[in-house]
């Protein structure tokens, strides 16, 4: 059964500062990843999606991530980070021609200034 | 052009009563999918509309059953309620199905359903 692991219940940084959100996946074929992110009182968004190819992908926001098969991991990065990045990130996995997303617990991003 | 909108945003409930949520997808989007997001966890999938059909159903009781109309929003109900059934309901639409893979698949705002 797929699964999706997100380590951090979360995590605080300064604007400005580098982000990395780590996300680690259970799956025996090949993954098809995302990341969504949840504002308060909004929709989840998709940020970006992997499913093969050039395993650094861009997304929306600046926000990019990189797939590694050996660590079966999918972190999420941004450069620099702004205070309304604030919100609740979730990792998910799908299966190839599934129908259903997997997502992790998620990981509450809080930006000081 | 309107996203996915869900109704009712907020209701409260009791223990052993039944509840239906809403959904209206986005334009031009014919598949609904509902999923549960418990405090403090990730959005768990319940089912999956499309013609009118539940076309994929996730690890959820009987208790939990949907609908979908012609003009493709769709419905969840959910019977004999428990405190455990609260939760954020999510609705998402997409196109064909397929929307996981174009990233074209669109949530709601979600109804935050209190059981007590």
């Known amino acids: 059964a797929q699964s999706v692991t997100q380590p951090d219940i979360h995590i605080t940084v300064s604007e400005g500062a580098s982000l990395e959100l780590r996300c680690n996946y259970s799956y025996g074929a090949t993954p098809y990843l995302f990341w969504y992110v949840q504002s308060p009182g909004q929709g989840l968004q998709l940020l970006l999606k992997y499913f093969s190819g050039d395993t650094l992908v861009q997304g929306i926001k600046g926000f990019e991530a990189e797939f590694k098969r050996s660590q079966s991991s999918f972190n999420l990065r941004k450069p620099s980070v702004h205070w309304s990045d604030a919100a609740e990130y979730f990792c998910?996995?799908?299966?190839?021609?599934?129908?259903?997303?997997?997502f992790g617990a998620g990981t509450i991003l809080r930006v000081k200034s | 052009d309107a996203g996915v909108t869900q109704s009712p945003t907020h209701l409260i409930k009791t223990r052993g009563q039944q509840v239906t949520l809403r959904c209206s997808p986005k334009s031009g989007h014919d598949t609904v999918s509902w999923y549960q997001q418990a405090l403090g966890q990730g959005p768990q999938f319940i089912f999956q509309?499309?013609?009118?059909?539940?076309?994929q159903r996730g690890n959820f009781p009987d208790r939990f059953s949907g609908h979908q109309f012609p003009n493709y929003s769709s419905e969840l109900n959910v019977n004999a309620l428990l405190l455990g059934d609260s939760a954020l309901y999510l609705c998402?639409?997409?196109?064909?199905?397929?929307?996981?893979?174009?990233?074209?698949?669109?949530f709601g705002e979600g109804s935050r359903l209190t059981v007590l």
């Open positions: 509309y499309y013609e009118e059909e539940e076309r």
């Open positions: 998910a996995v799908a299966m190839e021609y599934g129908n259903k997303l997997v």
């Open positions: 998402a639409s997409s196109p064909q199905g397929q929307g996981i893979y174009t990233g074209e698949l669109f």
